[in-house]
């Protein structure tokens, strides 16, 4: 990059070697999440425990956008908070760059999250009302010790708000001054001010009106081409995730069910749960929506602090049999050229076996 | 005739020591019996300010209705407070995004509804309650008999939102209103909801107008879509037209902006520039005409009237874009 912008090589302890394109930066081995339940007010007693998210190994490599889908309760953003060490995990690894971070504290934990930052949905309450986007911009890079002096740090206040596509009159404005998209545009230049090498965005356009979801989708992706980095995409929407990720995990109670490169998860999903939820998409076309068959699922999402024995999605799955699914836990398999199920029939439901068929 | 006739509504907030808003600007719409219309737009564009409007629920204090909403041959804008209270819930009633909120969360579910029986349709409390299980039991709603005794919190959002909607179908109403119906909620119980209105108008004859801005769901649900921006009714179409063929060249930047399932990946989508705040005034010129990639000067000198461009098909554009081509690409400059 021959332009001044403020590549991560500008700083020596950010570098990452080029060579390493297309490793794993985030190498997560069954992680778990749990929270105990409190009663009593004198003594606590743990009376029980919510698996919010329990043994999840995924891997994310250098330069790519993973995407994490599910629904509201399925762990999603646990899983992405513990990754950042937001949230200290009850067992299993979570390696960054090959450097275990699960048991990590203090200031080598805060040197850590240089590398890595978060983009939030909420932008009104992420952003301190009180501060200036200069005063949050900067706030940040002292936090981290890399305010250089007020020119040059001047100079990469201007980059970053130009890398985000607001004007650098904006770095006198407060955060009600500006419509949502532009307030996550500055969510996400205060993620990028420090220079880190990853990015967990929970949901970041999910607050937006559809109009400007799409600028904020473009700025994603274009400050990923422009200084490598790495994404990790938490969402509902099935769409975006598609649209913004390389490859997606599916989650649902706590554990992944499905995991496979973007094109291959939408064009052929395999997991009774993933077929359920795309189907359920409504799509903007009313000869699709019209045609397309759906998979409706009874009843609601168990709850977490009591999952379902075996399989955790065998209440709801209209494939489902006693005897096996509801004894036994499926584990993560491959299916061929990467394609991870968690199903004990995936291969027989894509064959067509239709649901009330039995035995 | 329609059943529901909406003809110039206005609605303006009037503060004292600030500019007067027009949240709603001379609104048009029909809905028959049986039908489902859809008013699209994105936050602030007066489809949820329209719908409060219709169902007389905007505080009299500080705001000035204007134009006329008659149902069922009677002008609803006028009325006593009385005369409203008789109609909401028995003629008409709602259905709200927020199902937390719009349940009273120390009062027992089984109260709740079978107290609009009670009022609406004169029935004893035992006749209501047992009304009120087999409604629950029809919105799909497991064991309706405990459900009955438990209070708001004890249930998931999918079931309220179902809790809400057997309130409002209590006293069999000829229109039913539903904002957001399905916004909080996920994919999959968002599916299991939209699939019960469905059923519901198609049983019962209600008619239903869906507030949205989801225009997945709008594919899916309504015969009839009224685009708004800013108060306005900018395009109106069948489902069919509007999808296969948007004149207006919001409603055109609004779908080409959403990533799509059934799309090739990797392409960088199209968004519409800038945001709501960036609007003009009506009584200037088109409030879209800043953000508009096909705008004229006379777009910003000029407020552009409803014209009838089809049958059933209204536009309001002074530059619109071909029926052929969906496409904001085609420059006009």
Same mark, same amino acid.
């Given at each position: 990059?021959?332009?001044?912008?403020?590549?991560?090589?500008?700083?020596?302890?950010?570098?990452?070697?080029?060579?390493?394109?297309?490793?794993?930066?985030?190498?997560?081995?069954?992680?778990?999440?749990?929270?105990?339940?409190?009663?009593?007010?004198?003594?606590? @007693?743990?009376?029980?425990?919510?698996?919010?998210?329990?043994?999840?190994?995924?891997?994310?490599? @250098?330069?790519?956008?993973?995407?994490?889908?599910?629904?509201?309760?399925?762990?999603?953003?646990?899983?992405?908070?513990?990754?950042?060490? $937001?949230?200290?995990?009850?067992?299993?690894?979570?390696?960054?760059?090959?450097?275990? $971070?699960?048991?990590?504290?203090?200031?080598?934990?805060?040197?850590?999250?240089?590398?890595?930052?978060?983009?939030?949905?909420?932008?009104?309450?992420?952003?301190?009302?009180?501060?200036?986007?200069?005063?949050?911009?900067?706030?940040?890079?002292?936090?981290?010790?890399?305010?250089?002096?007020?020119?040059?740090?001047?100079?990469?206040?201007?980059?970053?708000?130009?890398?985000?596509?607001?004007?650098?009159?904006?770095?006198?404005?407060?955060?009600?001054?500006?419509?949502?998209?532009?307030?996550?545009?500055?969510?996400?230049? @205060?993620?990028?001010?420090?220079?880190?090498?990853?990015?967990?965005?929970?949901?970041?356009?999910?607050?937006?009106?559809?109009?400007?979801?799409?600028?904020?989708?473009?700025?994603?992706?274009?400050?990923?081409?422009?200084?490598?980095?790495?994404? $990790?995409?938490?969402?509902?929407?099935?769409?975006?995730?598609?649209?913004?990720?390389?490859?997606?995990?599916?989650?649902?109670?706590?554990?992944?069910?499905?995991?496979?490169?973007?094109?291959?998860?939408?064009?052929?999903?395999?997991?009774?749960?993933?077929?359920?939820?795309?189907?359920?998409?409504?799509?903007?076309?009313?000869?699709?929506?019209?045609?397309?068959?759906?998979?409706?699922?009874?009843?609601?999402?168990?709850?977490?602090?009591?999952?379902p024995s075996g399989c955790?999605?065998h209440t709801?799955c209209?494939w489902s049999r006693p005897g096996v699914c509801d004894v036994e836990?499926?584990? $993560?398999?491959?299916?061929?050229?990467?394609?991870?199920?968690?199903?004990h029939y995936?291969?027989?439901?894509?064959?067509?076996?239709?649901?009330?068929e039995s035995g | 005739?329609?059943?529901?006739?909406?003809?110039?509504?206005?609605?303006?907030?009037?503060?004292?020591?600030?500019?007067?808003?027009?949240?709603?600007?001379?609104?048009?719409?029909?809905?028959?019996?049986?039908?489902?219309?859809?008013?699209?737009?994105?936050?602030?564009?007066?489809?949820?300010?329209?719908?409060?409007?219709?169902?007389?629920?905007?505080?009299?204090?500080?705001?000035?209705?204007?134009?006329?909403?008659?149902?069922?041959?009677?002008?609803?804008?006028?009325?006593?407070?009385?005369?409203?209270?008789?109609?909401?819930?028995?003629?008409?009633?709602?259905?709200? +995004?927020?199902?937390?909120?719009?349940?009273?969360?120390?009062?027992?579910?089984?109260?709740?509804?079978?107290?609009?029986?009670?009022?609406?349709?004169?029935?004893?409390?035992?006749?209501?309650?047992?009304?009120?299980?087999?409604?629950?039991?029809?919105?799909?709603?497991?064991?309706?008999?405990?459900? &009955?005794?438990? /209070?708001?919190? +004890?249930?998931?959002?999918?079931?309220? +939102?179902?809790?809400?909607?057997?309130?409002?179908? #209590?006293?069999?109403?000829?229109? &039913?209103?539903?904002?957001?119906?399905?916004?909080?909620?996920?994919?999959?119980?968002?599916?299991?909801?939209?699939? &019960?209105?469905?059923?519901?108008?198609?049983?019962?004859?209600?008619?239903?107008?869906?507030?949205?801005?989801?225009?997945?769901?709008?594919?899916?649900?309504?015969?009839?879509?009224?685009?708004? /921006?800013?108060?306005?009714?900018?395009?109106?179409?069948?489902?069919? #037209?509007?999808?296969?063929?948007?004149?207006?060249?919001?409603? #055109?930047? &609004?779908?080409?902006?959403?990533?799509?399932?059934?799309?090739?990946?990797? +392409?960088?989508?199209?968004?519409?520039?800038?945001?709501?705040?960036?609007?003009?005034?009506?009584?200037?010129?088109?409030?879209?005409?800043?953000?508009? #990639?096909?705008?004229?000067?006379?777009?910003?000198?000029?407020?552009?009237?409803?014209?009838?461009?089809?049958?059933?098909?209204?536009?309001?554009?002074?530059?619109?874009?071909?029926?052929?081509?969906?496409?904001?690409?085609?420059?006009?400059?």
């Amino acid at each position: 990059m021959t332009e001044p912008t403020p590549s991560p090589a500008r700083r020596p302890e950010a570098a990452p070697p080029p060579e390493h394109t297309g490793d794993a930066l985030v190498e997560l081995d069954e992680v778990c999440v749990h929270y105990p339940i409190r009663r009593g007010v004198v003594f606590d @007693r743990t009376v029980g425990w919510v698996y919010a998210v329990d043994g999840v190994s995924l891997r994310i490599e @250098r330069g790519r956008t993973y995407g994490l889908v599910g629904e509201s309760g399925c762990g999603k953003s646990t899983l992405g908070k513990a990754l950042l060490r $937001l949230e200290r995990p009850t067992s299993g690894s979570i390696r960054f760059d090959g450097i275990e $971070l699960s048991d990590m504290s203090g200031r080598r934990l805060r040197r850590m999250r240089r590398r890595m930052q978060m983009v939030f949905q909420d932008t009104l309450s992420s952003l301190d009302p009180r501060q200036s986007v200069e005063s949050l911009l900067v706030e940040a890079l002292r936090a981290h010790g890399l305010d250089e002096g007020s020119e040059s740090t001047d100079r990469l206040l201007r980059e970053l708000l130009s890398a985000v596509g607001l004007p650098a009159g904006a770095l006198r404005g407060y955060p009600h001054e500006f419509s949502g998209g532009q307030r996550q545009r500055i969510g996400i230049a @205060r993620a990028l001010a420090v220079r880190p090498e990853l990015v967990v965005a929970d949901e970041p356009v999910s607050a937006l009106d559809v109009s400007v979801q799409a600028q904020v989708l473009n700025v994603l992706r274009d400050l990923q081409e422009r200084f490598g980095l790495t994404y $990790l995409v938490i969402a509902h929407d099935l769409a975006v995730v598609r649209h913004v990720a390389d490859r997606v995990g599916v989650m649902y109670l706590g554990v992944l069910v499905e995991e496979s490169d973007s094109d291959v998860l939408y064009e052929r999903p395999m997991h009774p749960y993933t077929r359920a939820l795309l189907s359920a998409v409504p799509v903007p076309d009313p000869e699709v929506e019209d045609r397309r068959e759906r998979i409706l699922l009874p009843g609601d999402l168990p709850s977490p602090a009591a999952p379902p024995s075996g399989c955790r999605f065998h209440t709801r799955c209209p494939w489902s049999r006693p005897g096996v699914c509801d004894v036994e836990r499926p584990s $993560l398999r491959d299916v061929g050229g990467g394609h991870l199920v968690a199903c004990h029939y995936a291969e027989s439901i894509e064959r067509g076996r239709s649901p009330a068929e039995s035995g | 005739m329609a059943l529901l006739e909406v003809r110039d509504l206005a609605v303006r907030f009037v503060r004292r020591g600030e500019p007067t808003v027009a949240a709603v600007d001379g609104v048009s719409f029909d809905v028959p019996a049986g039908r489902t219309v859809g008013l699209v737009g994105e936050s602030g564009c007066g489809k949820s300010v329209t719908s409060l409007a219709v169902m007389g629920l905007l505080p009299r204090d500080g705001t000035e209705v204007s134009g006329s909403v008659v149902l069922d041959g009677t002008e609803l804008l006028g009325l006593s407070r009385r005369e409203w209270d008789r109609r909401r819930g028995s003629e008409m009633s709602m259905v709200f +995004q927020d199902p937390l909120t719009s349940l009273n969360p120390v009062v027992p579910l089984g109260i709740q509804v079978s107290e609009v029986m009670e009022r609406h349709r004169g029935m004893s409390r035992r006749v209501a309650t047992r009304e009120a299980e087999s409604l629950l039991d029809r919105v799909g709603i497991p064991d309706p008999r405990r459900r &009955l005794r438990e /209070y708001s919190h +004890q249930l998931s959002g999918g079931m309220r +939102q179902r809790a809400l909607i057997a309130m409002a179908l #209590a006293c069999r109403p000829r229109l &039913l209103i539903a904002d957001e119906p399905t916004t909080a909620l996920d994919v999959t119980i968002q599916a299991q909801i939209l699939s &019960l209105l469905r059923e519901l108008v198609a049983e019962t004859g209600t008619a239903l107008v869906l507030i949205t801005h989801d225009l997945g769901v709008v594919a899916g649900m309504c015969d009839e879509v009224n685009v708004l /921006y800013a108060g306005r009714i900018v395009e109106c179409a069948d489902r069919h #037209a509007l999808f296969a063929a948007p004149r207006h060249p919001y409603t #055109a930047g &609004l779908l080409e902006s959403v990533p799509r399932l059934d799309t090739p990946r990797g +392409q960088r989508l199209a968004p519409i520039a800038g945001s709501v705040e960036d609007n003009i005034p009506w009584s200037v010129g088109c409030a879209f005409s800043p953000r508009c #990639a096909s705008a004229l000067p006379v777009c910003s000198e000029r407020s552009p009237a409803v014209e009838t461009v089809g049958p059933g098909r209204l536009l309001r554009c002074h530059n619109p874009l071909d029926t052929d081509v969906g496409n904001t690409e085609s420059s006009h400059d």
